[in-house]
Every structure is written in C-alpha cells, then in structure tokens.
C-alpha cells in the first residue's frame, strides 16, 4: 500500500505545501495527498494550529507521513512534537532527512519557505518518502526510549 501524507502550512509557508503537493501527486510511493491548510496566503492562522491539526491525523492513523512549512520549519515541528506519538523534525540536507527516518523514525519533515529554496525543499520532500525505517535496526531501541517516555509521562 502507498502512503497518505498530510501537508500543511502558515501562510510563510503555503506556497511550497502547494508546489510540493504538486510534487508528490507524482511519487510513486504515494496514494494520497491530504491538505489540511491554510489554503492560500491570505489565511492568517498560526502555525501550531495547522501543525498540530496534520499531526494529530496522523497519530490517528489516518495518515502515514507528514510535511510541515513554515517560515523557518522549526515553528511547525515544536508544535507537531506536543502530539502525543508524533516525531517531527526540522531538516534542510538530505543526509538528515535520511537519519530523520533511519535514526529517529520521524513521520514528520519540516521545511522552512524562508531559509531554502523551493528546488531543495521539493527534492527533500520527495527524498523523505523513499526511506524506510528499518525496526530491527540498532536505531529501534532507541527511539523506543523516546516512545517508554511518552507513554509513562
Ligand atoms: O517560521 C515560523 C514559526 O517558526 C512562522 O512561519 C512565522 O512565525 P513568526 O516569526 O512568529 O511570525
């Protein structure tokens, strides 16, 4: 089965969840774009609301990944990170957005429209959805202990 991945965005960053929902209509590893906002520049809304709203479908299991823009990308993983569940990380090099899934597990990328540019941020995006996190990796018990945290906290 392919993926669900979730889009949003403040209004900083709503012009790369549009030109990367574009994108990855083409992936061939995914089934299914969900947008959950803003819808254009002129939506004000903050962005722990939109955040908050693609993480927790997520944690609902009603979407596999996410990606996340704002002005800096670090607005919306701080917010993404409060949702129980959730790993989300800022990450603008492609050797992190790897270890953001080999090492950490993430379902969620986040991008910042206002520190990279639209080319890298696209390639990024689709780069997060070819990897895989591998469960019996060394990685595994440690994220564990991210995930016994949250669960007896
Ligand atoms: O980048 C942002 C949050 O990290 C957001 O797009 C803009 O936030 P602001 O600098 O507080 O307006």
Same mark, same amino acid.
């Given at each position: 089965?392919?993926?669900? *991945? ?31 906002? *803003?819808?254009? *520049? ?27 823009? &704002? ?36 379902? *969620? ?37 991210? &995930? ?6």
């Amino acid at each position: 089965m392919g993926l669900r *991945v979730v889009l949003a965005a403040d209004q900083a960053g709503v012009g790369y969840k549009d030109a990367i929902a574009e994108r990855l209509r083409q992936h061939p590893r995914v089934d299914e774009v969900i947008d959950v906002g *803003v819808g254009d *520049v002129s939506d004000a809304s903050a962005y722990p609301h939109l955040a908050v709203a693609g993480a927790e479908l997520i944690a609902e299991g009603r979407a596999d990944r996410g990606i996340f823009v &704002c002005g800096t990308g670090m607005g919306v993983a701080i917010a993404a990170n409060k949702v129980s569940g959730i790993r989300a990380s800022t990450a603008h090099d492609s050797y992190s957005v790897e270890r953001l899934v080999m090492s950490n597990d993430a379902q *969620v990328l986040c991008l910042g429209q206002r520190v990279i540019g639209l080319d890298l941020a696209l390639r990024l995006a689709s780069e997060f959805l070819d990897h895989e996190f591998d469960p019996d990796s060394p990685s595994a018990e440690k994220v564990a202990v991210i &995930c016994e945290y949250e669960r007896d906290h």
